[in-house]
């Protein structure tokens, strides 16, 4: 039956309008994606390759206009905008031909475009009903490796439209809200869905005067669920240190981790945690499989960030930065996900610490 849902949820019709459609529809998502545990007495954190409803980006986008358009094609497509700019966003999606009937505006105070990072986790609670985690949100990081929390800065000031975005968000789509009174930036919190999240050492030094890590982690483990953190190292010289950038769970088993070149600066701090993790257990009880993507530099000395994907549904995502090593990483992506649709976008506005997954978000459960 999840399969007929998930194709039903996936495909392009219109977004349902009809009450007991949506209730149906949102019901039968949240027993799809609820753990076969029936005991479970605890929320747990949806992993991203789960069934969804549609996609969560900002506008003015910043993201190619084709990306847009497949979007909003295999799902409905969620537009956070502000009040003064809905009829812009409007007039932008009706030049790039995306039917009105696939789109729903909220109205929101963000402004930035990285709805990854401070737009909502997801999580389902012991009902199977899915509830937004209403996290703290801060800004971006600008540390060395070794940050310490005296020396800790962040690259912007204090993004409060973003902090306050996803109560704003619940309450546009009907959803229950989950506090979780510490900083769970989404680029620096990757889950495999079965209570074991990855995220770096910068994450942990963030909440320095929220919660120590014992108290961080016993946060995560009531709020999200979450028995098992693991923490890695931070693996630029000098950035946000976000783990999306080089680490992609493409499912519970199987781990995609950029390749940097031997002797460049990311280099050693990688291959440092890949010697970690290839020393876990996973749910099955083997190692995990790990496979390596080709990042060499794009721009200057900077790696490109081809583990910052977006899987929906069955199509797979994926940013390209020019060059040779684009189509690797095409090939990378289509032998490790055989079942899936992999299409890439060139964007110069691709960084190496801020791509596609930063900019998108899957929701997976409306109203």
Not at 2 to 22: D, E, H, S
Not at 61 to 73: K, T
Not at 177 to 200: K, Q, S, Y
């Amino acid at each position: 039956m999840c399969n007929m849902i998930r194709t039903l949820i996936t495909t392009c019709g219109p977004v349902p309008r009809c009450r007991f459609a949506v209730a149906l529809l949102t019901l039968l998502t949240a027993a799809c994606v609820a753990t076969p545990k029936a005991e479970r007495a605890v929320p747990r954190l949806v992993a991203e390759w789960e069934p969804a409803v549609g996609a969560l980006v900002v506008f003015p986008f910043e993201l190619p206009d084709e990306l847009v358009r497949d979007l909003a094609a295999e799902a409905p497509l969620f537009v956070l905008v502000g009040d003064a700019e809905r009829a812009a966003a409007a007039e932008k999606l009706h030049t790039l031909g995306v039917d009105a009937a696939r789109i729903e505006f909220v109205p929101t105070a963000a402004r930035s475009p990285w709805t990854r990072d401070w737009g909502p986790h997801q999580v389902t609670g012991p009902d199977g009903a899915i509830a937004l985690v209403d996290h703290v949100f801060r800004g971006y990081p600008w540390v060395p490796a070794d940050c310490a929390p005296e020396h800790f800065t962040y690259r912007m000031g204090r993004m409060e439209g973003e902090d306050q975005a996803v109560p704003t968000l619940a309450s546009a789509l009907g959803l229950a809200t989950v506090p979780l009174p510490a900083i769970a930036t989404g680029g620096n919190l990757l889950t495999d869905g079965r209570e074991r999240a990855f995220c770096t050492r910068a994450q942990i030094v963030e909440n320095h005067d929220l919660a120590d890590e014992a108290a961080y982690r016993a946060l995560l483990r009531d709020t999200l669920g979450i028995t098992d953190l693991v923490v890695l190292e931070n693996t630029e010289p000098f950035g946000i240190q976000h783990i999306d950038c080089w680490l992609k769970v493409i499912d519970a088993e199987t781990l995609l981790i950029k390749a940097a070149p031997v002797g460049h600066p990311e280099h050693a701090p990688i291959e440092r945690n890949v010697a970690l993790l290839s020393q876990l257990t996973t749910p099955s009880g083997g190692r995990y499989r790990i496979a390596r993507i080709d990042c060499p530099p794009f721009r200057g000395d900077f790696l490109p960030a081809y583990t910052n994907s977006l899987r929906l549904g069955n199509v797979v995502h994926v940013p390209l930065f020019g060059g040779e090593a684009d189509e690797r990483a095409l090939a990378t992506y289509r032998a490790l996900l055989p079942s899936c649709e992999v299409r890439g976008y060139r964007f110069d506005g691709w960084m190496h610490f801020d791509a596609l997954h930063c900019r998108t978000r899957a929701l997976h459960a409306v109203r």
